[in-house]
Each structure stands twice: as structure tokens, then as C-alpha cells.
């Protein structure tokens, strides 16, 4: 009886853990509410503009890869002879 709550304690102690890492990953330098609410407008527009830049900075780096991979991958397909996947346009959307 013990050693099922010890191992359920344990195993809670690490989902709480794992949780916790991930948050902290999302946005590690996101202020709390009252954090927020405590900063000056100019504070605040500040930390909205540092947000946008990093934001932006991630999205063109993760553009590159792409971009990157897709240069390494239309190179082996054309080594092997294979056609370039191209997308087929939808109207579905229109």
C-alpha cells in the first residue's frame, strides 16, 4: 500500500514538473497579470514591441530551415530522378 503511494506521489511530482518546464518554454519572459498591469503604458508597449521582434525573429529563422530543407530534399529527388512536388492550386477556399 505504501509503494503505490509512493509511486503515485512520484509520478504526480513529475507530470507537475514536466508541466511546469513546458510553460516556462512557451514564454519564459512573459510578465504575470499583475506584473502587467503594474508597468507604465510605455512599459507595457515596450515589452509588446521586444515580444513582436523575437516573435518575428523565430518565425524567419524557422522560414530558413524550411527553405533549407526543402533545398536539400529538391536536390536528392532530382539526383534520383524525381519530379519536384508541386502544390496543387484549390478553389476551394476562394
Same mark, same amino acid.
Given at each position: 500500500?505504501?509503494?503505490?503511494?509512493?509511486?503515485?506521489?512520484?509520478?504526480?511530482?513529475?507530470?507537475?514538473? /514536466?508541466?511546469? &518546464?513546458? &510553460?516556462?518554454?512557451?514564454?519564459?519572459?512573459?510578465?504575470?497579470?499583475?506584473?502587467?498591469?503594474?508597468?507604465? /503604458?510605455?512599459?507595457?508597449?515596450?515589452?509588446?514591441? %521586444?515580444?513582436?521582434?523575437? @516573435?518575428?525573429?523565430?518565425?524567419? %529563422? %524557422? %522560414?530558413?530551415?524550411?527553405?533549407?530543407? /526543402?533545398?536539400?530534399?529538391? &536536390?536528392?529527388?532530382?539526383?534520383?530522378?524525381?519530379?519536384? $512536388?508541386?502544390?496543387?492550386? @484549390?478553389?476551394? $477556399?476562394?
Amino acid at each position: 500500500m505504501t509503494f503505490i503511494a509512493i509511486c503515485l506521489s512520484a509520478s504526480i511530482l513529475a507530470w507537475l514538473g /514536466y508541466m511546469n &518546464r513546458n &510553460r516556462s518554454k512557451r514564454r519564459p519572459h512573459a510578465p504575470s497579470m499583475s506584473q502587467w498591469m503594474q508597468m507604465t /503604458y510605455k512599459e507595457r508597449q515596450a515589452h509588446d514591441r %521586444l515580444d513582436r521582434k523575437k @516573435s518575428l525573429e523565430r518565425r524567419r %529563422l %524557422l %522560414l530558413g530551415q524550411i527553405r533549407k530543407e /526543402y533545398l536539400q530534399v529538391s &536536390r536528392l529527388n532530382k539526383q534520383k530522378g524525381k519530379a519536384p $512536388f508541386i502544390p496543387i492550386k @484549390s478553389n476551394r $477556399f476562394k
